[in-house]
């Protein structure tokens, strides 16, 4: 079973940059991609970036390329989201979520972190 605690949330203000970590613990040996994902008050959530564990090859939504940058430190077993130029549109609560190869569901998922941006 993977474990998957986020931290790193908070405040902020609009154009301003938080970087969210988070750790895996359990079966990390199993899991090949990981991901951020955020839900914004009354919305669905959504994808925002994930990360193909074995190459660091990256992938985001367009409403966040250019802004965010997902990394990972695999002697950690932690992945990064860097988020700069925050906007009050990304005001949400982020997930991270862990899956085994690119066609399965992502069935691990951290507890989430709040992050507020004011404008």
């Known amino acids: 079973q993977v474990h998957l605690v986020e931290s790193g949330g908070g405040l902020v203000q609009a154009g301003g940059s938080l970087r969210l970590s988070c750790a895996a613990s359990?079966?990390?040996?199993?899991?090949?991609?990981m991901g951020w994902f955020r839900q914004a008050p009354g919305k669905e959530r959504e994808f925002a970036a994930s990360?193909?564990?074995?190459?660091?090859?990256?992938y985001y939504a367009d409403s966040v390329k250019g802004r965010f940058t997902i990394s990972r430190d695999s002697a950690k077993n932690t992945v990064y989201l860097q988020m700069d130029s925050l906007k009050p549109e990304d005001t949400a609560v982020y997930y991270c979520?862990?899956?085994?190869?690119?066609?399965?569901?992502?069935?691990?998922w951290g507890q989430g972190t709040q992050v507020t941006v004011s404008s």
């Open positions: 990360i193909r564990w074995s190459s660091g090859s990256a």
């Open positions: 979520a862990a899956r085994r190869s690119v066609i399965a569901d992502y069935a691990y």
């Open positions: 359990g079966g990390t040996a199993s899991i090949n991609f």
